[in-house]
């Protein structure tokens, strides 16, 4: 692993992180609901009446922001190490990792163990220990 020290940015992912923290409090606050990506997806694919108009706003913010940054900015480019049918079947893995788990990192890491919520703590554990051996298992082990 590699670490490009030029490109270590603390402050800005200190800003990200808090108006993360900020728009998950204000949603809570104002909405009475869980910033949990999953949660607000999954209600557009089951429609209930007036709850459609907040969930496409919030899918558009999410999808418009970071082209909106992109006309003041520059993009990072990612690099992904993996091809299409990995990241298929990862996104598979992850979508039923996150009906099983009753919600996603957004909702369980940001929203539930900021309430201090023990189910959101075990479910972000299990999230973070299911990466971890992933990754020692494709890096370490598959190869």
Known sequence: MHIDWNAFTPWTALAGGGLIGLA???????????AGISGILGGLFRPARRDIGWRVAFVAGLV????????????A???IDAGYGTLIAAGFIVGLGTRYGSGCTSGHGVCGISR???RSLVATAAFMLAGF???????????
């Open 116 to 118: 201090l919520s023990p």
């Open 24 to 34: 998950a409090a204000m949603f809570v606050l104002l909405n009475g609901r869980i």
């Open 64 to 75: 418009g922001a970071p082209l909106l940054f992109a006309l003041f900015a520059q993009l």
């Open 77 to 79: 480019r990612p690099q």
């Open 133 to 143: 051996a992933t990754v020692f298992l494709v890096r370490h082990v598959f190869l």
